[in-house]
């Protein structure tokens, strides 16, 4: 390895679409870029892909749908494995489903050196149909023969796929989530730059702020949200909902805004869209809810709990490793509009117990969910790879 530079090591990083470039895996790889790695990108196009290049990424569009749409899945796959078969990529790492099947599969056969694969959570849960669990197995049974090592955001996943018999414990690692904990330290904000900060988005300084971090899709638990928001309103009428997240018009279990009219919440209700501040955004919650069913490990967790803000989210795979029940915020059963609204308006009843909440989450992700320790994780199973196969 030592007469290899690293600057002649190249890897490419490999993802359905833009989105989980910007928001999940940019900083890891500007980690890459510093330690003077060759990294590319492979994603669909969109917004966001410009932003790549001017960072000095080589950057290129191969569209993936989210989707089994098997016509343009060959072609995907086509694409991607006479990329890899130009480029001569030492690594290839693909994140979430679609690229770790095609993208692992392309750079098999293109003879990558080294392929690698994060698995960010899996798409079949415990109370799926027997179908829907084996089809997903099978993929990710197929997707990992052709991988040599395959990192796990959850401790849950690994287990299951050792269990599964998707792959063995050897070729497994875990490594959980990573943040940037200084940029979500609460100690960056005065109180006066909060209420700056409410007034700009017209947010009546003595409401009561409940927060959410996540796409506008059903899977996320908003339908129950908003039926507990229901109930949260009529006790504490100054309370907001403060919802950040991206509409997914494509989606399936889309949601549409207008829902909220169902409630009669519409006037406690404030959607903000896509944000590229949420550090921003966490120091004006009261508290952070995520009532989804199904997360990898929640990166807005993680930031909320990094920002003191005490934590409801439901008891699923990914929340119950992001959170402490008890000792970082309260967890309850997934599709449980009546429980939720009790957890919210527990913390709304009790500052103190929220506060205290609060610290222990920062003190968690301290310890926990930083990201360097996380980049060093990775960076030593490449250099071992490397070792291993060139």
């Known amino acids: 390895m030592k007469n290899i530079p690293l600057d002649q090591i190249k890897i490419c990083h490999v993802t359905t679409v833009d989105i989980t470039v910007r928001f999940i895996i940019l900083n890891f790889l500007r980690f890459l870029q510093k330690e003077n790695y060759n990294v590319s990108i492979v994603c669909s196009p969109g917004k966001w892909s410009h932003l790549f290049e001017k960072q000095g990424f080589s950057f290129h569009n191969i569209k993936m749908t989210r989707k089994i749409t098997p016509v343009r899945d060959l072609i995907s796959l086509i694409k991607l494995f006479l990329y890899f078969k130009k480029e001569k990529f030492t690594i290839v790492h693909t994140h979430t489903p679609k690229p770790g099947l095609l993208g692992q599969l392309a750079a098999k056969i293109a003879g990558v050196p080294i392929i690698v694969n994060t698995i960010h959570g899996f798409y079949f849960q415990k109370r799926d149909s027997w179908a829907k669990r084996k089809f997903f197995i099978l993929v990710e049974k197929i997707a990992a023969k052709c991988s040599?090592?395959?990192f796990f955001v959850n401790r849950e996943d690994m287990e299951t796929a050792i269990k599964e018999k998707i792959c063995v414990s050897?070729?497994?690692k875990y490594f959980g989530g990573g943040i940037n904990i200084f940029k979500f330290n609460l100690e960056r904000f005065s109180e006066q730059w909060v209420y700056q900060k409410k007034r700009e988005l017209n947010i009546e300084p003595d409401f009561k702020i409940i927060g959410i971090v996540g796409r506008l899709v059903k899977e996320k638990g908003y339908l129950d949200l908003f039926e507990a928001f229901e109930k949260?309103?009529?006790?504490?009428?100054?309370?907001?909902?403060?919802?950040?997240?991206?509409?997914?018009?494509k989606k399936k279990d889309k949601i549409d805004q207008n829902i909220i009219k169902n409630y009669g919440i519409e006037k406690n209700v404030l959607f903000l869209g896509q944000r590229t501040d949420v550090d921003e955004l966490y120091p004006l919650f009261d508290i952070f809810v995520l009532p989804s069913y199904r997360e990898g490990f929640p990166y807005s967790i993680m930031e909320a709990s990094a920002a003191e803000r005490p934590i409801v989210a439901t008891n699923i795979r990914g929340c119950r490793e992001a959170v402490e029940d008890g000792v970082t915020g309260i967890l309850v059963p997934p599709k449980n509009p009546n429980k939720l609204a009790q957890a919210l308006i527990y913390l709304l009843d009790n500052p103190e117990k929220s506060k205290e909440l609060g610290g222990n989450g920062r003190r968690k992700?301290?310890?926990?969910?930083?990201e360097r320790k996380i980049f060093g994780r990775i960076k030593t199973e490449y250099q071992r790879l490397i070792k291993e196969k060139l």
């Open 232 to 249: 949260i309103v009529k006790q504490f009428p100054k309370t907001l909902l403060l919802v950040i997240g991206p509409e997914e018009p």
């Open 365 to 370: 992700a301290k310890k926990e969910f930083d």
């Open 148 to 150: 040599d090592l395959i």
């Open 170 to 172: 050897g070729l497994s």
